[in-house]
Every structure is written in structure tokens, then in C-alpha cells.
């Protein structure tokens, strides 16, 4: 008797050409109407509604996988997965079948054991790629290699078209306009849809450990607000009004707060109109929280514990392992850093929220920056960028922003000309983003007054005046710390890959 390990050496193969797919698929065809035409002498036709699965993959290699070479167990399993590697030799064929989380086990397909009409079968009609169910002993063949000896097997699904190569690396074109077969073939794939699953669920349960409430807030508005982006418009036909994907639930939230829920988040999906590149996607999954009687402090620590709590529960431990291999340490208390001071320091400056536009302008044009806009600190974040970002690699707060770039912010307790807010960096790119919450409704109405005044000037980013809110904040809302993350985004700092990586089925023309 002889075998083959479960992931055998071969030779790389180049992709098939699109005739060579063709050829394969009228082959496979062909295959699936002989199987629906002897339905009945082989169990069910190509795609029979179930097959008596007793056991799975995972759970078979977590109870035998010790045993030892050349050993039987009397103990017979059904179960069932997809064909990625097959040997039709004589009297004994070898397959290996994977679970949907990357788990094979070897099936051994004998003339002692099936008979000649099922052997003959077996290669006849079995193809990469199929659904297989097989019923037979666990043993380990005589290489060590855990096994099925098969006694009874069914098609499950009968795949028309062909695998790709699973011994070259595919592209990330295919890997992301096809991320069924990328689930197939890649380990990295598969981890990442585990690791965010694993991410979300850690985030709800450090929250449901501090007492917070998780609600659903509207996807559908007929005012965006809450963020500083250009929204996606629609119409709706019951209503006959415009109305807009929601660039971020923040405005909904603060409702909640003032009508009681202290603590409070949501993780959802927004939407933004604007470009997608390595760290931005069009549509995006968002968590924000609301803590009353917290403040951008208190908030930061809630965040630093959310992202480490995750790490930990993904990677067991605060270092995390990129997919390049890289080590990265989440752990520890992160760097809080003024964002005026870093800047100034980066750049040899002395710069002030009361500096003039006019002296930024001229540093922007000596580093040859384009920024036309009008008010101050657009050009104090984007100099900022310029200097100090690039060079922030360990998790940091960046502290105290201009007061105008941020209309739903606290100004600062004791200092004046900036607001209560950070940005989370990690790696390089923003993480997160968090606040002392502006609460005083006359104030907030002056901000979205101004707001409204730049959007009538052509800002397509600027926030509309929203009286609904407005007139939640005039009820009382608790001075309170706010803070907002993108899903995809943790998910890159602790995976170390690019945002469509992360995504599971992201946006492609």
C-alpha cells in the first residue's frame, strides 16, 4: 500500500487559459448528467439535498491526529469536504478533502474496500474541486499520513468549473473579485475572515463587560451629519425625498445619550463618497461609542483597552504577527502627543491656533503643498500629516486639534483656539478618533452656522445645519466622551495588511 501526504510537492503549473476552463467545464457538464441520470444507484445525483455527515474534519484531526503510523482505530466517520488533491492509481486512489477552515484529511479509495463498480466510478466522476462525502475507518496510513478508508462515498456538489492552481500564489485581482477562491486557497484568506469575526466579538464583549448598550441607528437619512465627508444620495420613492447613506451614526447616538443611555455603541456600516486607496473603502464598517460623564481621556483608555483586549483574544497576547511575519507590540500605555507641539517640533516652528493663515500658507509652499482651503486649521492637520504622520509607527494619541476642523467637539478646558480631540495612529495611518462631546446647543448651533456657511461656499464635506439634533441638545445632554474606529482598519493594524484585505467582499469596478 502506498499513500501521498495531504499537501504533496509538485511542480508549479501555469493557470489554465480560458479554452482550457471551457474544455473543463463541457467535461464536468458531462459528468453532472451522468450523475442526475443514475441518481438513484449513486445516492443522489450531483447535488443531492444532504449526505449523513456523522463528523467533521477539525473534530476527526483533533481526536486522532496522534496516531501512529500504520494504525486503525475500528472507528468509522462520515464526513465531507472539498477535493484539492486527487491520485487515481490502480487499485487504490488517494484524495485529500478540506473543511471550509483549511482543515484535510486524506481519503483512501480502494478495490478491497468499494468494489470495482465504485472504484471505477470514483474516477470517472470525481474532479478538484468536488464535494465529497465519505464513510469509512479512521487509520493512519503507513507513512503517518490520518486517513479514511473509504467503504461508501457520494458526490456532494459536483464543481463545473475548475480550481485554480493551489500550488502558486494567486493574484490579488483574483484574490479580491474572487474571494470564494481565495477562501479555498489561502490560509492568510481564511485567518482573516476568522480573526475580524473573533475582532467584533471581543470588542461587544469589553463592552457588555463596562456596561454599555449596543443599538442600531438609521442607515437611511434625510440629512448626513456626524462627520466631515461627501455622502452617496438616493431617493425614496414611498417618501418622495432625498435622502442619504449615513456618513457616520454619531448624531443618532448623542440622541440615545441624551434620552438616557448612558453608555452606548454601535457597529455598523457607513458610507463615503470620496476615494479608495490602501487604508480608505467607499463603504466601511464603523464602530462609535458614547460614554456620559466621560471625556476624551476617558475615551482614550476605552480605546486602548478595545484594541488590546482584541489582540488579545485574535493573537493571545498584545503582540500581534503580521502577515509578513512581523511582530508588532499593541501592548503597554501608548503615547499621547499635542498635536501643535508635535508639529512645531517636527518642523522648527512655533505655531499657535493664532497663527495667521498667511505664515502656514508659506510653509505649505516652500514644502510644495497644495492646500486651498480657508481656514486655518485644515492647513495646521495637513502640515501636520506632512511632517509628524509618517513618522508614527507605535499606537499614539494625537491630542488637541483646531478648533475649526472639528464642529462636534468640546473646545479645550485650558486652551484656547483648540478642541478636546485625538487621533489613534498606529502604523502610520489614523485608527481612530475620539472626543470630549460638544454638548452646549448654542454652541453647537454657531458650528453648524459656519458649517453651513463653507458648504454654501462649495465644501462638499461640510455638515448642514440638523435642528432634529439640535433640538435633542437643547433637552440636556450629560457632559460625555465620544470615540469612533474603523473595523477594517483594526484589522489592518493587527494583521498588517491593506484595507481590501481586510474586507471580506470589497467594492471593485
Not at 40 to 59: F, K, M, Q
Not at 160 to 171: A, C, D, F, I, R
Request: glycine residues 8%.
Amino acid at each position: 500500500m502506498s499513500d501521498t501526504n495531504t499537501t504533496p510537492a509538485q511542480p508549479t503549473e501555469p493557470e489554465l487559459t480560458e479554452d482550457e476552463i471551457s474544455e473543463q467545464k463541457a467535461v464536468r457538464l458531462a459528468k453532472r448528467e451522468r450523475l442526475n441520470a443514475a441518481a438513484t444507484s449513486l445516492g443522489g445525483g450531483a447535488y443531492p439535498v444532504s449526505v449523513p455527515v456523522t463528523d467533521t474534519i477539525p473534530a476527526v484531526r483533533a481526536r486522532f491526529g496522534d496516531l501512529e503510523a500504520d494504525t486503525t482505530t475500528g472507528v468509522v466517520v462520515g464526513l465531507a469536504g472539498r477535493v484539492v488533491f486527487l491520485r487515481n492509481t490502480g487499485k487504490l486512489c488517494f484524495a485529500s478533502l478540506q473543511s471550509g477552515d483549511g482543515s484535510r484529511i486524506q481519503a483512501m479509495v480502494s478495490l478491497g474496500e468499494v468494489g470495482e463498480e465504485s472504484l471505477a466510478e470514483w474516477k470517472a466522476l470525481v474532479d478538484l474541486g468536488d464535494h465529497v462525502f465519505v464513510s469509512g475507518e479512521v487509520i493512519s496510513s503507513r507513512r503517518g499520513e490520518l486517513s479514511i478508508m473509504v467503504k461508501e462515498w457520494q458526490i456532494a456538489a459536483k464543481a463545473v468549473l475548475p480550481l485554480p492552481n493551489l500550488h502558486s500564489e494567486l493574484n490579488e485581482e483574483t484574490r479580491v473579485r474572487s474571494r470564494y477562491l481565495d477562501l479555498i486557497a489561502r490560509e492568510q484568506a481564511r485567518f482573516n475572515v476568522i480573526a475580524r469575526s473573533k475582532t467584533v466579538a471581543s470588542l461587544r464583549a469589553t463592552f457588555t463587560a463596562l456596561d454599555f448598550i449596543e443599538i442600531e441607528t438609521p442607515m437611511l437619512q434625510t440629512m448626513h451629519g456626524g462627520a466631515s465627508a461627501r455622502p452617496f444620495k438616493t431617493h425614496s420613492n414611498a417618501f418622495d425625498t432625498e435622502l442619504f447613506l449615513r456618513i457616520a451614526p454619531e448624531l443618532f447616538l448623542k440622541r440615545a445619550v441624551v434620552g438616557g443611555i448612558d453608555r452606548v455603541y454601535e457597529i455598523n456600516r457607513n458610507f463615503r463618497n470620496e476615494g479608495a486607496d490602501s487604508t480608505h473603502s467607499p463603504e466601511f464598517a464603523m464602530l462609535e461609542a458614547y460614554e456620559a460623564y466621560g471625556d476624551y481621556n476617558s475615551i482614550a483608555d476605552l480605546t486602548q483597552k478595545l484594541i488590546q483586549d482584541a489582540a488579545e483574544t485574535v493573537s493571545g497576547s498584545h503582540v500581534v504577527t503580521w502577515a509578513d511575519g512581523t511582530k508588532f507590540d499593541l501592548g503597554g500605555e501608548w503615547d499621547r502627543i499635542s498635536m501643535y507641539d508635535s508639529l512645531n517640533e517636527a518642523a522648527g516652528t512655533s505655531f499657535t491656533p493664532e497663527t495667521p493663515i498667511a505664515e502656514l500658507k508659506a510653509l505649505a509652499e516652500r514644502e510644495e503643498l497644495e492646500i486651498d482651503h480657508p481656514i486655518h486649521g485644515k492647513y495646521v492637520e495637513e502640515l501636520w500629516e506632512h511632517f509628524v504622520k509618517g513618522n508614527l509607527v507605535r499606537p499614539t494619541f494625537v491630542m488637541d486639534f483646531p478648533v475649526d476642523t472639528s464642529p462636534l467637539v468640546r473646545g479645550h478646558r485650558s486652551i484656547p483656539g483648540v478642541v478636546e480631540k485625538w487621533d489613534l495612529y498606529i502604523r502610520g495611518f489614523e485608527l481612530a478618533t475620539g472626543y470630549s462631546e460638544l454638548v452646549d446647543p448654542v454652541i453647537q448651533r454657531e458650528r453648524f452656522v459656519e458649517q453651513a456657511r463653507l458648504a454654501a461656499g462649495g465644501d462638499p464635506e461640510a455638515m448642514r445645519l440638523d435642528e432634529e439634533f439640535l433640538r435633542a441638545l437643547e433637552h440636556g445632554m450629560p457632559p460625555t466622551g465620544g470615540m469612533g474606529m474603523g473595523i477594517d482598519r483594526l484589522l489592518m493594524a493587527l494583521t498588517g495588511l491593506g484595507i481590501r484585505e481586510t474586507i471580506l467582499f470589497p467594492l471593485v469596478k
